[in-house]
């Protein structure tokens, strides 16, 4: 069997597992459903990994069922294996084997009667992932969507005892449905005007009419939903809300790899729908997207900053990050391309392992409010403490970290194109690195003034409910070894040479238009670059630098934050008042305007589409 | 933000929308036009593949992948009713009381169950012939043995409906649609194409794969849909206990 035959695999292999759960899960001990489901997540990760060597070979497509194009057209729906989309869901299966590890001893009872509903739920949603990163089909790429969408509302809401996690899943629920419609209306525009499904035949369609009203509207709508899964402001304010209250190995998978298919799925639709002539210009797309991308990742900092519910915290600067994914990405070239994906594979170990340490919290003192637990955890510090601090330096780009060099490369490249804009990068790494190392020597080390409380309206995180109610019992092994293990690995993908290059040639294909559509069989046959083709730089001594100062910058936040109350002194005192005066007067709005209410949500939702539709009106 | 601000930031927005969205619609293909490029193709590869009903065919053959993927956000659905809706600690189940009814309204569910029942079936196994298929029959065999709900009481409902048995079929036949996509592969062929014998035209056994992904289907919509309505309505009529509500306070 060849690649192209075993790439729907990748989709069939997951759900054949979740039915296998929900079937025989309550005849299983709970210790043999913990062994079966790491064993199927294991398989997926080896045949991801042999897709992934197949696909650096050279893009391919599969088409499901076998309804290959005659003369250029089929009725069928095809899956592309390129290095990018197949490397996407390869990290999707890692993750999933990360959440399914650390969830052995997670959860305290199961639901009763239905011991496989998580397992299966699981691997629900690594199946809509992993079918999402590899269709070429826009309508399937939707029904993916929705697919990995109703299943995380599901898993968000997963502890039921508690009101807040059905809450923050109803948001999201009803926040990304919406947005979900309007992607459905905008593939309703592009199959009328081309009687195409196909992403590249309606790309290949799309040149026999000029860019008019139909084509931008059918494209902001289907950005969309996209862009919201993506949190892009003003898409974003669901998110905090879900991620603060999903169950940890959840919002592992969410915070390190959803979020970010939602930006891959907005790059995707653009390179391959709407690049060519009769879509819309790419002038517009790099100005809109950058321009949204410093936005998301300045406001997603400030954010933040200001919280101390952890889980909270670890949101905004998910935010935060995509924000510069977003920037990386809509850079629209092969650089920006490459560097971003380094980039999410980098931060998707460091968030995973800070989501898993802080789910270590959770288990032992019942809270995750960096007040309450002030020096709380100090017999933690050897274990969990070095870890966390060791994140938030990954986070904040200290090289060698993955999480370091994508950042270094994205700067790069987007100081090509605008020259101020590696100080959003150095800035938003600093502020969302800082804010973790101050969690870290607060919770595991008491350092600094005791933290008063502040009388502001804010979610605390001190009443949660405990995930596992077993009370004095050490921290189970594997919720310390998968946030190691995703250390190590963010650690590694920033020293492995050969990653580089391959991924250098992964956004080369990426945003290689021609070698798509060759490869979905709507164009002539490409000579696809040779592997040795011109790589990415890896590690510069200009990277290495910004990236120290980000993470100097982040340490000297960490300790203002901490010690700046305990300096006396008149100067002092009056950086202080300013400081407070600053934070009442921009940050109180800004805080107001994350409500966490419904309707809000779905206000901004509206407000976000019908500026992108004025906005790329005006550019087209 | 105030009530008043978010409506009108709301109405503003949505009124841009609207407009945007209406002008695009005037860029459309005119109204009864000749030209369906894909409506023309679909139905070409249907009768290539001896299916009378094309919708089945782009359902359960061209598309199947599409399929695939729905029945699966139902099965993520039924799974996430069982998640959310599971009975916690302080809730306890309870058996609702009988309830009385008029004996025409419980002679009219008596009758007509079967009857709804046997179309539903007719509906799911004629699928690849004429219009319906799995989704639609399997809705209504599911509805069909509602009537046990609406035309007697909750309890007669309860005694009709094997839940435990239909979670595990609903998985099953889940598992069933991924597995007989392996048959292509497994003949040498690509995953779910339709490698059965064709039949002749307009039979109940033509189409090849298609009247049995459609069986399996019906079996996984049924069942599917009777769980998920039987954890909303266990919890609406059979569960007491309040969940202890917070105030969620803002960020």
């Not at chain 1, 946030?483 to 250098?504: D, I, K, M, Q």
Request: glycine content about 12%; hydrophobic content about 50%.
């Amino acid at each position: 069997m060849t690649a192209p035959d075993l790439l729907p695999l990748a989709v069939a292999v997951p759900l054949l597992g979740a039915a296998l759960f929900a079937a025989v899960g309550r005849l299983l001990p709970r210790r043999a459903c913990d062994v079966l489901v790491t064993v199927w997540a294991l398989a997926d990760v080896v045949l991801l990994a042999a897709l992934w060597r197949a696909a650096n070979r050279g893009p391919f497509a599969s088409w499901v069922g076998g309804w290959r194009p005659r003369n250029g057209e089929s009725v069928g729906i095809v899956l592309v294996g390129d290095p990018l989309g197949v490397g996407l869901a390869l990290l999707v299966s890692l993750l999933v084997l990360a959440a399914v590890v650390y969830a052995w001893r997670y959860f305290a009872e199961p639901p009763t009667r239905s011991p496989g509903t998580f397992p299966a739920l699981v691997l629900l949603f690594e199946a809509g992932m992993c079918g999402f990163a590899l269709t070429g089909d826009l309508f399937n790429a939707f029904v993916f969507f929705e697919l990995m969408g109703a299943v995380a509302y599901a898993l968000t809401g997963y502890r039921v005892e508690d009101p807040r996690p059905l809450q923050g899943a109803l948001t999201f629920g009803v926040v990304n449905s919406l947005a979900a419609y309007c992607s459905l209306m905008g593939i309703a525009l592009l199959y009328a005007r081309t009687g195409e499904l196909g992403m590249a035949q309606i790309g290949r369609h799309l040149a026999a009419h000029r860019t008019d009203t139909l084509t931008v509207t059918a494209f902001v709508l289907v950005l969309t939903g996209l862009l919201t899964k993506a949190a892009m402001v003003p898409f974003h304010l669901w998110l905090p809300d879900a991620h603060a209250v999903a169950p940890t190995p959840v919002c592992m998978l969410l915070s390190g790899v959803m979020v970010e298919l939602g930006v891959y799925g907005a790059a995707r639709v653009y390179w391959t729908v709407f690049a060519g002539p009769g879509g819309i210009p790419a002038g517009a797309v790099r100005g809109v997207l950058v321009a949204a991308g410093v936005l998301t990742a300045l406001l997603g900092a400030l954010m933040c900053w200001q919280q101390r519910h952890i889980k909270r915290m670890l949101a905004f600067s998910t935010i935060s990050h995509v924000g510069l994914f977003l920037v990386g990405t809509a850079l629209l070239d092969a650089h920006g391309a490459a560097a971003t994906a380094l980039y999410v594979l980098g931060h998707a170990g460091a968030k995973a392992a800070l989501f898993g340490l802080t789910g270590v919290l959770l288990d032992q003192y019942g809270s995750v409010d960096e007040h309450g637990l002030y020096g709380r955890a100090r017999e933690l510090r050897w274990s969990a403490g070095v870890m966390f601090a060791l994140g938030g330096l990954a986070v904040a780009g200290l090289p060698p970290f993955g999480a370091g060099l994508g950042k270094a490369l994205s700067e790069h490249a987007a100081g090509d194109f605008l020259g101020w804009l590696p100080a959003v990068f150095v800035v938003t790494s600093a502020v969302t690195g800082g804010a973790v190392l101050r969690t870290a020597a607060r919770v595991f080390a008491g350092a600094g003034a005791v933290p008063h409380d502040s009388h502001q309206a804010e979610t605390r995180g001190d009443d949660e409910e405990p995930e596992v109610r077993d009370p004095g019992r050490p921290v189970p092994r594997p919720m310390l070894a998968v946030p190691a293990a995703l250390l190590a690995a963010c650690l590694a993908s920033g020293v492995l040479p050969g990653l580089t290059a391959g991924l250098a040639r992964a956004g080369t294909l990426f945003t290689s238009r021609a070698d798509y559509f060759a490869a979905a069989g709507q164009g002539p046959p490409t000579a696809f670059p040779p592997l040795s083709a011109p790589s990415l730089a890896g590690w510069t001594g200009e990277g290495a630098l910004l990236g120290l100062v980000s993470t100097l910058v982040a340490l000297a936040l960490a300790a203002t934050a901490l010690w700046g109350p305990l300096l006396g002194g008149r100067g002092a005192r009056r950086l202080r008042d300013l400081a407070a005066t600053g934070s009442h007067r921009l940050v109180l709005p800004l805080r107001r305007l994350h409500s966490g209410r419904l309707g809000d949500n779905v206000a901004w939702l509206a407000t976000g589409v019908g500026v992108l539709l004025v906005v790329f009106t005006a550019l087209r | 933000m105030s009530r008043s601000a978010r409506v009108r930031l709301f109405l503003g927005a949505a009124a841009a929308i609207a407009v945007f969205y209406v002008l695009a619609c005037t860029g459309l293909p005119h109204f009864g036009t000749a030209a369906h490029p894909y409506g023309d193709r679909a139905v070409a590869a249907t009768l290539r593949q001896h299916t009378a009903n094309t919708v089945s065919s782009i359902n359960f053959d061209q598309r199947a992948f599409d399929t695939l993927g729905e029945e699966s956000i139902l099965l993520g659905s039924v799974l996430g009713a069982t998640a959310l809706l599971r009975r916690t600690d302080d809730e306890q189940e309870f058996t609702p009381g009988q309830v009385r009814v008029l004996p025409s309204t419980r002679l009219f569910g008596t009758l007509l169950l079967p009857v709804a029942l046997l179309t539903g079936v007719y509906i799911v196994a004629h699928g690849q012939l004429s219009p319906g298929g799995g989704f639609q029959g399997g809705v209504v065999l599911a509805s069909a043995l509602h009537l046990a709900y609406v035309a007697a009481d909750y309890r007669s409902l309860k005694e009709i409906r094997p839940r435990e048995l239909l979670d595990g079929v609903d998985a099953v036949a889940a598992g069933a649609f991924t597995t007989l996509g392996l048959a292509g592969l497994i003949t040498g062929a690509a995953y779910l194409q339709n490698v059965l014998p064709l039949g002749t035209f307009n039979t109940l056994s033509s189409g090849g794969l298609v009247p049995v992904i459609n069986a399996a289907v019906g079996v996984e919509v049924a069942s599917g849909v009777i769980v998920l309505l039987a954890h909303f309505l266990d919890q609406a009529l059979a569960t007491r206990g309040e969940r202890t509500t917070t105030e969620r306070g803002s960020s």
